[in-house]
């Protein structure tokens, strides 16, 4: 292994849907249920319970179908990580599989220290543990620590081995939670009285509910160990998003019956309870489901204990597997030392990265508060979420075209929209319950940041799905017009460049020359130089010709999809105008014009000028541009200007009246004389009667050396139902053709800047 190179590394294949989803469940069915009934009846009241795990239940399946639609396109370990990094870049991507791995990692500690709670004062009821009096914490603290280790164990020794056992835990703990659930309905079926115990409904009021949503969404968060099987599921594109969707079902309907048996287990005036019983229950916080369910039926403690030592050996086991194959794709991608990525010969398992995420767990586990950990670790989560909702918003859009979808969510983007929303007013609401939680998490944010400075930042490796800088020069700073040409080889070079002279001269604008190299997907990076030689030649010649009257630019970059790394290009340089050639190939079905023209145009933050058959030593001396009014047809008239000879130029601006409607041609250009170039040009209107606009613009375009004309604004779907006019007239144009796009308004300044 060099020191520039990927880490070779290679897991397992072999967890089935049920396991996965098995291993969801158990890691949501941990301590929040245990934990946070009774702190949730203790600060929202009886029926504020149920609305905390209803509520959150459907905020989880918003944030689930952005994570099923991502798992399903990118099945790698890594999760969140992989997902910030092609969404948004290393710096980012990086920061969210630092807080990926503290926060699942802090999880574990939590489910351990609960299920030695329960154990140890389970036993100290028997009797067992008269010896330990007075030592009781450092006996949780042992316990905890044992177990801990031993599921750290199981999960080195291979995923088969994690998925039978956390399968087996998470099954156990769901039916003994769903019994509890049946007693607590059968118990009001006998003795309607019971449901008294909901009065009043919400004591404390609604802005308490989002305290308590917010303290107890970290049990919601199983999806996300979900995603890290990528690599080791069977079948992940179709298996991981219907076990994400399926284990938030379950949870949340388990959540809910098990939460209303807890409110009515505890019947009014019964011995020892005064006053309404959901006070008595919320008196005793986070033991007040114990103390509830020990009411509730017979050897109640028992199956209490017989509960939790299921849930939490599931969660735990669950969340050692997640912090392990974060931190083992952070070391995959060289952003943490490569040695966190080294796997076991014989067993496949990620053996460096889980004794790593073994000494945080073991450390948190005993030495620091458990409810404030978990506050901290519930804020990360939903800051990581609301990541995660950000990246599928922006993959979907930059590069929809490119992946391979197992699921699409319905009504896009909606969905992680509200998620967004409702997590940024959790996290708010969360420093209710624990300021030091919103001490924690910044401050392992902020080393993140430092670790990434000093460490990740020189020492990342490339993936396919990232843009990589390989070459690039850079002229002297300057706030001047920025033209972008992009490059395809020499000969497309010339043209572009002579076009570019004149609307570069307009302006008086800058230049980035760029070229993007298409190497091929089963092509490694290492050999990007053999495809890059057309590339530099088109740039040198475009050079030619711009560098010496212009501010020249250039750059040699590579990315899997040519549209999306010319519109990131665009962005990052903050373009005003890009060129491209087109040579009227339109193969792709999906597309209009093209798989690179289409997404360029539809999506770059700026103007774009695309030409067609616009070389060699063309004066164009009479030039046509259809117009039906618009920001494209305005642009579309600026450009003709340009590009129009001085000295014996006309420019006929075109427009076709059907139907009985005509467009006021005169009108329109009057409204624009103030921005058109050029002062000896000519030029006139026209206007045609004609049933089809397409046809009497190929028509006319007939006697022309030049058509300009707009891009149609039209949705994919709508173009792809019918042909838009400029799509009809660009692709049957046999004369030297350029469609233009204007950008303007507040879709493009999202575009630009965002």
Not at 23 to 32: C, D, P
Not at 432 to 438: D, K, L, Q
Request: hydrophobic residues 50%; aromatic residues 10%; proline residues 4%.
């Amino acid at each position: 292994m060099t020191d520039r190179g990927p880490v070779s590394s290679e897991l397992s294949r072999e967890l089935t849907l049920f396991q996965i989803t098995m291993m969801g469940i158990g890691m949501m069915i941990g301590a929040g249920v245990f934990l946070g009934v009774g702190n949730a009846i203790h600060v929202v009241g009886p029926g504020g319970v149920l609305l905390t795990f209803a509520l959150n239940g459907v905020i989880a399946i918003f944030t689930a179908m952005s994570y099923a639609e991502l798992s399903s396109a990118i099945p790698r370990a890594g999760g969140a990580y992989n997902f910030a990094r092609i969404a948004f870049g290393r710096g980012t991507s990086f920061l969210a599989g630092w807080i990926e791995w503290f926060a699942a990692s802090v999880a574990g500690s939590m489910y351990a220290l609960v299920l030695a709670i329960y154990t140890v004062r389970y036993l100290q009821g028997l009797g067992l543990l008269a010896w330990a009096d007075g030592h009781l914490p450092l006996v949780e603290k042992v316990v905890a620590v044992l177990a801990a280790s031993a599921f750290l164990y199981i999960n080195y020794r291979g995923v088969s081995a994690t998925g039978r056992i956390g399968a087996f835990f998470a099954l156990g703990q769901t039916l003994f939670l769903a019994l509890i659930g049946l007693v607590g309905i059968i118990v009001v079926a006998r003795d309607p009285s019971r449901l008294q115990n909901f009065k009043p409904f919400l004591p404390a009021g609604w802005s308490k509910l989002l305290v308590t949503m917010g303290f107890t969404y970290v049990a919601f968060e199983g999806f996300e160990v979900i995603a890290q099987t990528g690599d080791e599921a069977v079948d992940p594109k179709r298996n991981i998003p219907k076990a994400m969707l399926y284990s938030v079902y379950v949870v949340t309907i388990t959540y809910v019956v098990v939460a209303f048996a807890t409110v009515v287990a505890v019947k009014a005036g019964s011995p020892g309870v005064e006053g309404a019983p959901w006070r008595w229950i919320g008196a005793f916080r986070e033991r007040g489901f114990g103390e509830a369910v020990s009411r509730l039926m017979p050897m109640g403690n028992l199956l209490l204990t017989l509960a939790v030592i299921f849930a939490a050996t599931s969660a735990l086991n669950a969340t050692l597997f997640s912090a392990a194959r974060v931190s083992f794709a952070l070391g995959r991608d060289r952003l943490l030392p490569a040695v966190l990525a080294k796997t076991s010969k014989r067993r496949k398992t990620p053996l460096v990265a889980l004794f790593f995420t073994g000494v945080i767990v073991l450390v948190v586990a005993t030495c620091l508060p458990t409810m404030d950990v978990a506050s901290s670790a519930s804020m990360m989560f939903l800051l990581l979420f609301f990541l995660v909702n950000l990246s599928v918003i922006k993959i979907r859009r930059n590069m929809g075209d490119e992946l391979k979808y197992g699921f699409l969510m319905p009504l896009f983007p909606l969905f992680p929209i509200a998620a967004i929303l409702c997590q940024a007013l959790l996290a708010g609401w969360l420093v209710h319950m624990s300021v030091i939680a919103w001490i924690i998490a910044p401050a392992w944010i902020l080393a993140g940041v430092a670790v990434y400075r000093f460490y990740g930042k020189s020492h990342a490796v490339g993936t396919e799905d990232e843009i990589l800088v390989l070459e690039e020069e850079r002229a002297p700073p300057g706030e001047e017009y920025r033209v972008m040409v992009a490059v395809e080889n020499a000969e497309d070079a010339i043209m572009l460049a002579r076009n570019a002279y004149k609307l570069c001269a307009a302006r008086q604008a800058r230049v980035e020359l760029l070229h993007m190299v298409p190497i091929p997907d089963q092509v490694s990076l290492a050999d990007a130089e053999r495809y890059a030689m057309g590339g530099k030649e088109g740039i040198v010649e475009a050079a030619l010709y711009l560098a010496r009257p212009f501010p020249l630019s250039t750059s040699l970059r590579y990315c899997r999809n040519i549209a999306r790394g010319i519109v990131t290009a665009a962005r990052e340089k903050k373009i005003d105008m890009l060129l491209m050639g087109w040579h009227g190939e339109h193969r792709a079905h999906l597309f209009t014009l093209g798989s690179t023209v289409d997404p360029v145009a539809e999506r770059a933050p700026c103007n774009v000028v695309i030409l067609k058959e616009c070389g060699g030593n063309r004066q164009f001396k009479r030039v046509l541009v259809p117009v039906a009014g618009g920001r494209n047809a305005a642009f579309a008239l600026d450009v003709a200007s340009i590009l129009t000879d001085k000295d014996e130029g006309e420019m006929v601006v075109f427009s076709v009246a059907t139907g009985g409607r005509r467009f006021d041609v005169k009108e329109f250009v009057e409204g624009h004389r103030g921005s058109l170039h050029g002062t000896r040009q000519r030029v006139r209107t026209k206007t045609a009667v004609a049933r089809s606009v397409a046809e009497a613009i190929l028509e006319e375009a007939e006697e022309y050396d030049l058509v300009v004309l707009g891009w149609t604004a039209r949705p994919r779907l709508h173009q792809l139902a019918g042909r838009s006019v400029p799509v009809i007239v660009a692709r049957a144009c046999k004369k030297p053709l350029i469609m233009v796009k204007a950008s303007g308004g507040l879709t493009s300044w999202i575009a630009r800047w965002v």
